[in-house]
């Protein structure tokens, strides 16, 4: 098995303790929970589950007091520490699914930036071409563009671009998705 498989499923209601903070432990599926110490000014005497919220970025997280220092804790990260084999260098969490907010281990693969990348194009969450929010051309525009026999400096004009994106576009070094 190599390092970048998954361990074998543990059972369901096995929780393991997030690295790091010995009163926090994770689920299988992504399930954040407080299990010693006070929460809310009363002693924990059972599990207690606590609430995950998207970040700004997507990504579920959760803020814990540990030693009296407040955390930001990813729940994928969490899980993918807990449940899938010891992180090689120089990688990060993949969504196998495409899906951010399913933090189950199953759907969790440590991996490259790159594969992380590839990964989100081939869901279609890449931010290429028209998603991009600085985008100034649309696909129909660049199309359009490549087409195009007259010079880059009237087709800038055109576009309200410059003649050096006009190149790019042309010799494909941007856009090159279309």
């Given at each position: 098995m190599s390092d970048l498989e998954l361990k074998q499923p543990p059972h369901i209601q096995?929780?393991?303790?997030?690295?790091?903070?010995?009163n926090y432990r994770v689920s299988v599926d992504g399930r954040i929970f407080k299990v010693d110490g006070?929460?809310?000014s009363q002693r924990v005497k059972e599990p207690i589950e606590l609430?995950?919220?998207?970040?700004?970025?997507?990504?579920?997280?959760?803020?814990?007091?540990?030693?009296?220092?407040?955390?930001?804790?990813y729940v994928h990260q969490a899980?993918?520490?807990?449940?899938?084999?010891?992180?090689?260098?120089?990688?990060?969490?993949?969504?196998?699914?495409?899906?951010?907010?399913?933090?189950?281990?199953?759907?969790?693969?440590w991996g490259t930036?790159?594969?992380?990348?590839?990964?989100?194009?081939?869901?279609?969450?890449?931010?290429r071409g028209e998603?991009?929010?600085?985008?100034?051309?649309?696909?129909?525009q660049v199309q359009a563009i490549r087409r195009m026999a007259i010079s880059q400096r009237n087709i800038?004009?055109?576009?309200?671009?410059?003649?050096?994106n006009i190149g790019f576009i042309k010799r494909g070094e941007t856009w090159k998705h279309i």
């Open positions: 096995e929780l393991v303790e997030i690295r790091g903070f010995p006070l929460y809310r609430r995950t919220h998207a970040h700004s970025n997507g990504y579920l997280q959760l803020s814990i007091r540990e030693g009296g220092a407040r955390v930001r804790i899980v993918a520490t807990a449940f899938c084999h010891r992180k090689p260098q120089d990688t990060e969490v993949r969504h196998l699914d495409g899906r951010i907010s399913n933090n189950h281990f199953t759907n969790l693969k930036r790159s594969e992380n990348a590839l990964d989100m194009v081939g869901h279609g969450r890449s931010m998603k991009n929010a600085k985008a100034k051309l649309t696909r129909d800038a004009a055109i576009f309200g671009v410059s003649q050096g």
